[in-house]
């Protein structure tokens, strides 16, 4: 298995651009998640997905930021407009749902590292 | 509503030396625990957690942890530490009726000295 694909690896853009982060959880696994990383505040949950419907997005800072499932294999976050605060590495996560749901470990991608100057 | 606190912003220790990474938690009723560990430029990785059953969990890389119920802890732990553990290393708790995220704490990097 190729485990949680994200795309584009880094990212560099000026502020009020859009910008596009794409994952590919894993095959089967039902729930997915979007977190996003900075030295101040740590790792923070954006939000996330079960069956592609979202469940919790109170993590979302502001309506700049939007997310989509539109099916099991594909979720985006989307910036727009981007700012330079919003600077920092977003990671994908998928987890299984089946059996002890709760219990299941998420597996992360490898991070979209944001720099918006 | 459930948090976790991890004390130790950084940890060090020298090479075959016994290691602690501590964590302690919050919820409501009992807990599912986990640990994830952060190489640099690199997403989280599991490497245990607790569910149910024996308070020491056995996990990747020669890690284990032991839960405490009356303490609300579950301390990460390995015999003899080795270079390559330098990492940061996440405890995350969920509990068991709430929501299905996890709440991470705020890691603690953990620096092992040849």
């Known amino acids: 298995d190729a485990g949680v694909i994200q795309s584009p690896r880094h990212e560099v853009t000026e502020m009020g651009q859009e910008v596009t982060l794409r994952c590919k959880p894993i095959?089967?696994?039902?729930?997915l998640f979007w977190y996003r990383q900075t030295m101040m505040r740590g790792l923070e949950l954006l939000i996330y997905?079960?069956?592609?419907?979202?469940?919790?997005d109170s993590g979302m800072p502001e309506d700049r930021f939007s997310a989509k499932m539109p099916n099991a294999s594909f979720s985006t976050l989307k910036i727009q407009p981007s700012e330079p605060r919003d600077s920092a590495v977003y990671f994908c996560?998928?987890?299984?749902?089946?059996?002890?749901?709760?219990?299941?470990?998420?597996?992360f991608g490898p991070g979209t590292r944001l720099t918006v100057l | 509503a459930q948090s976790v606190a991890q004390p130790e912003d950084q940890v060090n220790v020298a090479e075959g030396n016994p290691l602690t990474v501590k964590c302690t938690y919050s919820?409501?009723?009992?807990?599912?625990l986990f640990w994830y560990v952060q190489y640099p430029n690199r997403g989280l990785q599991f490497l245990l957690k607790?569910?149910?059953?024996?308070?020491l969990v056995k996990g990747s890389y020669g890690f284990e942890a032991e839960f405490n119920k009356s303490q609300t802890s579950f301390h990460l732990k390995k015999p003899s530490a080795l270079v390559s553990d330098s990492a940061l290393y996440f405890c995350?708790?969920?509990?068991?009726?709430?929501?299905?995220?996890?709440?991470f704490g705020s890691g603690t990097r953990l620096q092992v000295q040849p």
């Open positions: 997905f079960n069956n592609n419907v979202p469940i919790d």
């Open positions: 919820v409501s009723g009992n807990p599912y």
């Open positions: 607790y569910i149910t059953g024996d308070n």
């Open positions: 095959s089967g696994h039902n729930s």
């Open positions: 996560a998928s987890s299984p749902t089946s059996g002890l749901a709760g219990g299941n470990e998420q597996f």
């Open positions: 995350a708790v969920r509990d068991r009726m709430g929501r299905r995220a996890l709440t």
